[in-house]
């Protein structure tokens, strides 16, 4: 059932990356070739998986921002609560901490929908805070995200599906954090590399025996 002609939806970070760092250049002959829809899921802002799709070589069809933001193929749609991010990047200054993360923030300085936090932000303090604004808090492993609960990767997903005309369970999905979980619900075979965390892993139909990259390799060799 599922093979080359699947479509996919890939998270970056921990995904598509070495364990060093940077997007692994063996993806992007495969990608180019595959023969379905590549849809990039991730949590960073929105430039940075548009200009991957560019460099790869694909057409722009991303989830960026956790499903805060859905760009395929010119259709742009914007979700999420951009204002209560703000207000908690506001809470975080007066209590002494970087809104995000220290200045230059570049996590943040072209994010549309939520707020990206340096880990080295106490959690339990983050999600209190967020919870007052109305948002919660996703651990991607690399930082917090606050973002508003009506949105995931799995409500982009749909989003981006809908705009393709296909289903969203013909769809393979792979990723490595928690919050590709809710995006492993939505489709129809699931892959986690095997450097996932614990949550990715309880919800792949897969782990792979590679890790990051090397491990999305192996999720693709096995769908050909």
């Known amino acids: 059932m599922f093979s080359t002609t699947s479509p996919l939806a890939i998270d970056i970070d921990g995904t598509m990356t070495r364990p060093d760092g940077g997007v692994e250049p063996r993806l992007f002959e495969r990608l ?3 023969d379905a829809p590549i849809v990039i899921a991730t949590g960073k802002s929105f430039a940075y998986p548009v200009a991957l799709c560019t460099f790869i070589g694909i057409p722009d069809r991303v989830i960026a921002e956790n499903g805060g933001v ?11 609560d951009a204002a209560a991010a703000r207000r908690v990047a506001e809470r975080l200054r007066a209590d002494g901490h970087p809104g995000g993360w220290p200045d230059p923030d570049m996590h943040n300085r072209w994010r549309e929908t939520e707020l990206s936090v340096s880990r080295s932000v106490p959690e339990a303090y983050l999600r209190t805070v967020a919870a ?13 995200h606050v973002k508003s609960p009506a949105v995931n990767k799995a409500t982009g997903l749909r989003r981006a599906a809908d705009l393709l005309d296909v289903d969203p369970a013909s769809f393979v999905a792979i990723g490595d954090s928690a919050n590709d979980a809710e995006l492993f619900d939505a489709v129809g075979r699931s892959y986690a590399v095997a450097n996932a965390d614990e949550t990715a892993r309880a919800r792949a139909d897969v782990i792979t025996e590679r890790a990051f990259s090397d491990g999305l390799l192996e999720a693709l060799d096995s769908l050909t």
Request: hydrophobic fraction near 25%; charge should be negative; avoid cysteine.
């Open 132 to 144: 007052e604004h109305g948002q919660t808090v996703v651990d991607s492993g690399y930082s917090y």
């Open 32 to 34: 180019r070739e595959w």
């Open 70 to 80: 859905v760009y395929v193929d010119d259709d742009l749609t914007i979700e999420g």
